[in-house]
């Protein structure tokens, strides 16, 4: 924040102050420091506003907002871990299930909480169970098709 201010960038100084704000109320709320953990899901959540900000902004015609949110967004950018390419998540996914022993859709939860912590900051929640959703209706199927459903409709 110090380097932005001094530099005269205005914007990035000012983002930078937004979300400083943002960790300190959360740290004065709970009277105390936030973990690394804590304060990446602050930075998360900032950029997600800012995306719903741009939306909305185009749907309502301003170019000029929408432009700065984008702006804003490529300043916290900054600070978050590389994001993961969907390949990466796919592989992550089969891990994970895998892992948890997941066998059908109804396994989803044990499945997105072995990932979050792997792809918590890295990759939009979404976008992971989405994935994971696909992937185990895939092996649900692969596994009913196995079955003859025990003779019924045979003639």
Do not use: C, N
């Amino acid at each position: 924040m110090t380097s932005a201010t001094r530099s005269g960038d205005a914007l990035r100084r000012d983002t930078l102050r937004m979300v400083w704000s943002s960790v300190y109320a959360l740290e004065k709320r709970d009277h105390a420091t936030l973990t690394d953990d804590q304060a990446l899901a602050v930075l998360t959540r900032e950029v997600k506003t800012r995306r719903e900000s741009v939306e909305a902004y185009r749907k309502g015609g301003r170019e000029d907002l929408a432009a700065k949110e984008e702006a804003e967004i490529a300043v916290i950018a900054g600070f978050l871990p590389v994001p993961l390419s969907e390949s990466q998540i796919e592989a992550l996914v089969a891990e994970a299930i895998t892992a948890t022993g997941a066998a059908s859709a109804r396994d989803i939860g044990k499945v997105m909480g072995w990932l979050g912590p792997r792809t918590r900051g890295r990759a939009e929640g979404k976008v992971v169970s989405g994935l994971v959703a696909a992937a185990l209706a895939r092996a649900d199927l692969a596994a009913h098709d196995g079955d003859d459903h025990g003779g019924i409709g045979r003639g």
